[in-house]
């Protein structure tokens, strides 16, 4: 159980039997009577946020969540497959679901699958990938408009800025929590 005060930004939490996390947190003490924590709550199952006021008296349950290690395998139209490393069960979350992840996901990928209960609510992904550039446009010299970085997509079909030294067909590595280009793989 977790009081008022153990509350901060990041925390997850148990409301109406659903999971949430705090995603903004504000403590006020007025000059009389009970603090009070001002909570934005986002629902991790269908993603709806709520703004709640609690006092230093209320409790909360911890959230029951679990991640467990699982390999991407393919997209089968808004949907992600999964599969369990240990037993070879798969799992489908939802394009919603998956997020922004999807730029990053390629076949085989290892990733952490966040589950309440038994049913599987977000992805971690590893913080860099390694993705093949599939086009990349000619850079030239003295090219003073576009700086130091040109345009490129890459194998998943994100597009990015990089330096003018990636080529087609060059592996780049990408932080997935930023998006941004991180350095050329060597050969």
């Known amino acids: 159980m977790y009081n008022a005060s153990d509350l901060r930004k990041g925390l997850k939490i148990l409301i109406d039997k ?4 705090i995603v903004d947190f504000q403590f006020s003490k007025p000059g009389k009577g009970q603090a009070l924590y001002r ?12 703004d709640r006021t609690y006092r230093s008296v209320d409790t ?34 939802s394009s919603d679901q998956v997020g922004d992840a999807k730029n990053f996901l390629t076949d085989n990928l290892d990733v952490e699958i966040l589950f ?23 850079w030239a010299k003295g090219d003073s408009v576009a700086g130091d ?25 990408i932080d997935t929590r930023t998006g941004e280009y991180v350095t050329r793989v060597k050969a």
């Open 60 to 93: 909360f349950e911890q959230a029951s969540l679990e991640q467990r290690a699982m390999q991407y395998l393919y997209q089968q139209n808004n949907e992600f497959c999964f599969m369990d490393t240990e037993n070879y069960n798969q799992v489908f979350l």
């Open 116 to 138: 309440f209960g038994e049913r599987a609510i977000g992805i971690t992904l590893p913080n860099f990938v390694n993705l093949t550039v599939t086009h990349a446009e000619p």
């Open 39 to 50: 909570c934005k709550l986002k629902n991790m199952i269908n993603g709806i946020t709520l």
């Open 18 to 21: 659903e999971p949430y996390i």
């Open 149 to 173: 970085s040109k345009p490129v997509k890459v194998e998943t079909g994100y597009l990015l800025r990089v330096p003018p030294f990636v080529q087609e067909n060059d592996k780049i590595t």
